[in-house]
């Protein structure tokens, strides 16, 4: 499964984000993106988004291209808990939604599960 | 006036049923083969079906989809001398109304023909939208239409729906579908998947939590369940659900009514749910992992969403659909499928069901770059190699091929039509084999088949057989 992170260049939080889940996802090969152009590159049917999102402006640009992750298993960890922030994020049908603050841990638990759990699908597929 | 088709060879049955439908003031048309009564099927508009197994010509059950394949299809009543298990199954799972056997009273019977006809009549009086929104949901096979149908009756009303099936057949979008056209459209549709939260925060992550609940809870929190307010929950999986939190949540769906983790405030969330999962949740019922009264709750409306293989008519709209996505984003020209292509397409099982079946098309539109024509070589190797040990050489009857091209005596071909004929698929079928034993190796190719290299390519290129099988 390709896992793919959308996040903020020179951003305290997003570079924190991205060394702890280096650092605890080490068998995972996570492709770290930093603009919303970058992921279409990476994008296919089996990929794990991860948007950790720093504004309200990139919330809504992702939004713009919702389409191309209808069949991609998203996480967004958004900018603030505004209940017009959040309802956006619910569009994009996330199997994880959480903010800023959410403990990093919960979010890598979720994130294993979601991998293992794609990894047995295709075990029984077989 | 309600009219009824039977298809039986026993025209005494026939005759005894005619008679007795006749008595509630309906008339019946009797057909006494398969092939008769599916045409009669397909030519007038019948209300019900009454349909034997066993014909002389053929298997009722396996026509099923072709009686139903109209746009306003019969509801299907099964007649058999010898009832099955599987049978029924089969039956009831391809959308008949009924199973009964001949040896069931005459009242039986004629029950369940009155039983289906009022069904029928309250079925076509409800008013279903007329545009349906179904994004991304693609096909118009029997199975499809009458999901459409069933996401049509779902969204016009408020009651909770389970929808089950196999993993990548598109729950989730017939869920989507419901929200999209119900009255809570323009309101939140949170999904939970119960198989990514981890199991010490799905009850946090679905009822919220108050600041200090538990380490790590540094500021309150609303739960999912609450950001459903007016609109759908959607839980996936919820067969994953943990058994503790399935009796929580069965309050909240009965009461609409939760407190967050470490609160003592209660909070209302008037939500509309819809859950999904790929397990028999039956059988984890029998086996004590998933409660009963709450499987009750979830199943006022079921929907069981077919797999690919069960609807292979929809394969190739699919295939095409995807194809032509993958190309427009990769700013490619749409390309067309050769015809051994899409057999091969049309062929495998899609046991990953219609994700399999976009990934795939994803590959194969990249692995084609700029060709314009998708060919075999295209597909990823398992599927080619599926197709291989399929085709087994030593079954190769080039007179039963003839056979079936040219089917019934007014259609034989001339001679020099017929032994050409033969002659292609016999050179066909020998490349394929050839290419499979020697991997592609033209060099040992050229020695086994005695043939020049030019020749061989010629001969590749006219079938379009790849090198690689």
């Known amino acids: 499964m390709k896992v793919i992170l959308l996040t903020k260049k020179f951003n305290k939080n997003g570079e924190r984000f991205v060394k702890k889940l280096n650092n605890s996802l080490n068998e995972v090969d996570i492709k770290v993106v930093y603009s919303l152009s970058d992921i279409f590159q990476y994008i296919s049917i089996n990929s794990l988004i991860i948007f950790h ?64 759990n794609e990894k047995s699908k295709k075990q029984n597929n077989k | 006036m309600s ?12 005759a005894l049923i005619k008679r007795a439908i006749k008595h509630y003031g309906f008339d ?55 009832g099955s298990c599987d049978g029924a199954e089969f039956a009831i799972k391809y959308g008949a109304w009924d199973y009964i056997q001949k040896g069931d009273s005459l009242h039986e019977i004629t029950f369940s023909i009155i039983r289906a006809l009022e069904y029928r009549e309250k079925k076509l009086s409800q008013k279903i939208p007329i545009a349906l929104k179904t994004d991304g949901i693609i096909g118009n096979s029997p199975h499809m239409k009458d999901l459409k149908d069933l996401i049509a009756q779902a969204a016009v009303s408020d009651a909770n729906v389970l929808i089950t099936g196999e993993t990548g057949t598109g729950k989730e979008l017939t869920a989507r579908a419901i929200h999209e056209n119900s009255s809570r459209a323009d309101n939140n549709f949170v999904v939970v998947d119960c198989a ?22 540094v500021m309150s929190k609303k739960g999912l369940v609450e950001h459903a307010h007016e609109g759908t929950l959607f839980l996936d999986e919820i067969g994953e659900m943990p058994y503790y939190l399935q009796k929580i949540f069965l309050r909240v769906l009965q009461e609409r009514r939760f407190r967050p983790v470490g609160s003592t405030r209660e909070v209302t969330s008037n939500f509309r749910l819809i859950a999904a999962t790929n397990r028999d949740l039956d059988a984890m019922v029998r086996e004590e992992t998933f409660r009963e009264d709450l ?42 499928f050769s015809p051994e292509f899409l057999e091969m397409v049309m062929f495998y099982d899609w046991p990953g069901n219609i994700r399999e079946l976009i990934n795939v098309m994803e590959q194969s539109v990249i692995v084609s770059r700029d060709e314009p024509i998708l060919f075999p070589i295209h597909l990823p190797k398992y599927i080619r190699v599926k197709f291989a040990r399929s085709t087994n050489f030593t079954e190769f009857d080039p007179h039963k091929k003839q056979n079936e091209s040219h089917p019934g005596l007014d259609s034989l071909p001339s001679l020099k039509e017929y032994r050409e004929n033969i002659v292609s698929i016999a050179e066909k079928e020998y490349l394929k084999e050839l290419m499979k034993k020697t991997e592609g190796d033209i060099e040992k190719a050229c020695i086994i088949s005695n043939l020049k290299r030019a020749r061989l390519y010629s001969l590749l290129k006219k079938y379009s057989i790849s090198k690689i099988i």
């Not at chain 2, 009219?3 to 026939?14: E, H, S, V």
């Not at chain 2, 057909?31 to 030519?43: A, D, I, W």
């Not at chain 2, 066993?54 to 306003?72: F, K, Q, T, Y």
Request: aromatic content about 6%; overall charge negative; charged content about 25%.
């Open chain 2, 196 to 217: 990514a939260l981890p199991e010490n925060l799905v009850e946090s992550m679905l009822l919220g939590h108050e600041k200090g609940a538990f380490t790590g809870a």
């Open chain 1, 53 to 116: 999102v720093d504004s309200h402006n990139t919330l809504v640009d992702i939004l713009l291209y919702r389409e191309k992750f209808e069949w991609s298993k998203i996480i967004i960890i958004l900018p603030d808990e505004d209940e017009n922030t959040i309802a956006k994020g619910l569009l994009l049908k996330p199997r994880f939604i959480s903010t800023n603050d959410h403990n990093i841990n919960d979010i890598l638990a979720v994130i294993n599960n979601i991998i293992s």
């Open chain 2, 295 to 336: 499987l009750y709750r979830l199943r006022t409306i079921s929907i069981i969403q077919p797999p690919l293989r069960d609807r292979k008519g929809d394969i190739r709209d699919l295939a095409f659909h995807y194809a032509f996505k993958y190309c427009t984003e990769n700013g490619l020209e749409t390309k067309g």
């Open chain 2, 28 to 82: 019946a048309i009797i057909k006494n083969t398969l092939t008769e009564g599916v045409r009669e099927s397909q030519k007038n508009q019948y209300d019900i079906v009454l349909l034997d197994v066993n014909l002389p010509d053929g298997n009722g059950l396996e026509v099923i989809p072709a009686i139903r394949s109209i746009a306003l299809p019969p509801e299907i009543i099964i007649i058999t001398a010898e």
């Open chain 2, 3 to 14: 009219k009824i088709l039977i298809i039986d060879d026993n025209t005494n049955f026939c």
